[in-house]
């Protein structure tokens, strides 16, 4: 299917509980097609799921930012990275990438994520605690999606949470659409710098945080570098609160939406991350990382991808593929969704993944254990959304109990 001015990236998502008719049209249509994105660039979408894993677990596509074709969703993506000194892991290919995720997976390891666990749960609590002694109607955004992650993302990092509020700012400017590209990439420019002055810290004064575990690990090996060691504070600290922070909204409007759904958990907590995974997979938040431009030409669906062309794998409608997961539209927690690609799939699959699933896992069970008669104050399909921001989370949650 040849690009058109009506298929254009990215689109917005208005309601959580459907997705937008252009990813049904193009997922029902053609394995691949091309569309418009910002820049005025073509590239291709990969819209099913089969296409979407076999595009993410071959080399031949690579995540290079810097190559001239890589498909930015956002305008001004290609302009950010005139103010990096390095690549992020994100966007390295092997080998480059796999020596680098080495050097950083064992702080995401099960054992060590397990080992997190009765902090976490402190957090939530004390959260929860800090909801129900306030007034009502609260906002369940502000009291407990973003707080959860951004303290955790904070604790396991090194990062003063009194800069939370500077940090966040920051991160919603890169990724809110109708942010311009010069304040991109002002946003990007000062989170960098404060970042800079944190590492610089740690530098003389090691402490026992990621960063700072990483800094002493590296110089004995005779690989520290002050700013990859940047440049990896930045990828954890942006992808660390932003994404679980719209998941735990999502999730809990999911559960508020679907009670006889929400009793499956609250009768057998076992089944909670098998929950979990349902509502990832339905709710789907980040599609901006599973961009990537062919090496050299590859058929995939049996259509030929171009060396040099861009590549956009559609996370959100590849997990909705009937195909793969029969009515997807309905939301059903024992389905056992494990297969979706909320994640990601193949080499750059989600170094945090484990995190999440443990912060999502806790605050449902704690939420709705704590908070038995929470009432979501709006019916979902008038939510206040973030209609222009590329991850899909909400401004607001009024909620009462």
């Not at 999606?145 to 955790?152: C, G, H, K, N």
């Not at 912060?359 to 929470?374: A, M, N, W």
Request: hydrophobic content about 40%; overall charge negative.
């Amino acid at each position: 299917m040849t690009a058109t001015e009506e298929l254009h990236m990215p689109v917005a998502r208005t309601c959580p509980f459907s997705q937008p008719e252009q990813y049904v049209r193009m997922r029902e249509e053609s394995a691949l097609t091309r569309v418009r994105i910002p820049g005025g660039k073509e590239a291709w979408v990969a819209s099913r799921h089969e296409e979407a894993r076999q595009i993410l677990g071959d080399r031949r596509f690579s995540s290079d930012r810097f190559l001239p074709n890589f498909p930015f969703l956002a305008e001004g993506g290609a302009a950010i990275l005139t103010n990096t000194k390095q690549k992020a892991m994100i966007g390295m290919d092997a080998p480059e990438h796999g020596e680098a995720r080495r050097a950083v997976l064992g702080e995401f390891t099960v054992k060590r994520v397990e080992a997190m666990r009765p902090r976490i749960q402190e957090i939530v609590d004390g959260l929860i605690d800090e909801l129900l002694a306030g007034p009502k109607p609260a906002d369940l955004v502000e009291k407990l999606s973003l707080p959860v992650p951004s303290l955790v993302i904070c604790e396991l990092l090194g990062v003063p949470y009194t800069d939370h509020d500077y940090f966040q700012e920051r991160t919603m400017a890169l990724i809110r659409r109708s942010t311009s590209v010069e304040d991109r990439i002002k946003a990007s420019a000062e989170l960098r710098e404060y970042l800079s002055g944190l590492v610089a810290a740690k530098e003389k004064a090691p402490s026992d945080d990621l960063l700072g575990r990483q800094i002493v690990k590296r110089r004995e090996e005779g690989t520290y570098d002050h700013d990859a060691m940047i440049g990896l504070a930045f990828l954890l600290l942006v992808a660390g609160h932003e994404t679980t922070a719209n998941m735990i909204s999502l999730g809990t409007i999911g559960l508020l939406e679907n009670p006889g759904q929400r009793a499956t958990i609250e009768a057998d907590p076992g089944k909670t991350l098998l929950a979990v995974e349902e509502l990832l997979r339905y709710f789907t938040i980040v599609e901006g990382a599973t961009a990537r431009v062919a090496t050299e030409d590859v058929e995939i669906g049996g259509v030929t991808i171009k060396a040099g062309e861009g590549v956009l794998v559609l996370g959100y409608a590849a997990n909705w593929d009937p195909e793969v997961f029969e009515s997807p539209e309905k939301l059903d927690l024992e389905r056992g969704a494990r297969h979706h690609v909320a994640f990601g799939f193949g080499p750059h699959q989600c170094l945090g993944q484990n995190l999440a699933r443990m912060e999502l896992q806790i605050v449902f069970d704690t939420l709705f254990r704590r908070v038995p008669t929470l009432t979501c104050m709006l019916p979902a399909d008038e939510l206040p959304v973030k209609k222009d921001a590329t991850i899909f989370g909400l401004y607001q949650l009024p909620v009462t109990w």
